[in-house]
């Protein structure tokens, strides 16, 4: 059964720090979300991409955080200079039509030090 | 905006009860309902899900109906099993600037004890 699939399960960085949360959506997908998940809290809407550009961003999704699709299969998330709370659970998502459920991936655990 | 509002966790309950965990939405338009489910340290998994007033979802004994009169979407089992203790999310889905996102509530977490 195809799936998201997320790199890395867990990564650990120093605050200031640039990291790249890495996917690789459904292959026949094409809409692709990230979400977050800070421990214990609600799942939190940062993105959606469709047709090679932003189509949504939230409050959250400020000029430290940028998506890109740089080979027609990754997914990647930016975050340019993390800060403590940016840990959490990032969560890749991918529907086929935008009207459709989303799949999810097994998520990438940042700890921000 | 939209919103979705689930009861507070955790809920606990003894194997083979019945299983209600409420979840109501506010949204413009006619959203899809979704419930997902996070098993420990793991992902979001769909559950179930309805796409217009009156439908029901099932999967694995877990029922929802999509009430449009009282905004609702609850999520119900028969009879609970331990391996069912996880996190329950209740999302929609509306249309917005051409583009459905997925919108989602707090969680609630489901204990079951033998």
């Known amino acids: 059964e195809p799936e998201v699939t997320q790199t890395p399960s867990h990564q650990v960085t120093q605050m200031g720090q640039e990291v790249i949360l890495r996917c690789v959506p459904i292959?026949?997908?094409?809409?692709f979300y990230w979400y977050r998940q800070i421990l214990g809290q609600k799942v939190e809407f940062l993105v959606s991409?469709?047709?090679?550009?932003?189509?949504?961003k939230s409050e959250i999704f400020d000029d430290q955080f940028s998506v890109e699709r740089p080979d027609g299969s990754n997914f990647t998330l930016k975050i340019r200079s993390t800060k403590l709370e940016d840990s959490a659970m990032y969560f890749c998502a991918s529907s086929r039509q935008g009207d459709t459920e989303a799949f999810f991936g097994q998520g990438t655990r940042l700890t921000v030090v | 905006g939209d919103s979705v509002t689930q009861m507070e966790g955790p809920v606990t309950l003894s194997e083979e009860a019945f299983l209600t965990i409420n979840c109501t939405y506010t949204a413009t338009g006619y959203p899809s309902l979704f419930w997902y489910v996070q098993y420990p340290g793991e992902g979001l998994q769909l559950l179930l899900k309805?796409?217009?007033?009156?439908d029901k979802g099932s999967n694995k004994g877990f029922e929802a109906t999509y009430r449009k009169e009282t905004t609702s979407f609850h999520l119900e089992k028969g009879s609970v099993q331990v391996s069912d203790s996880a996190v329950y999310f209740c999302a929609l889905s509306t249309p917005s600037g051409g583009s459905y996102i997925p919108t989602f509530g707090r969680g609630t977490s489901l204990i079951v004890h033998p």
């Open positions: 292959s026949n997908h094409l809409y």
């Open positions: 309805a796409t217009k007033a009156d």
């Open positions: 991409f469709y047709n090679n550009e932003i189509s949504e």
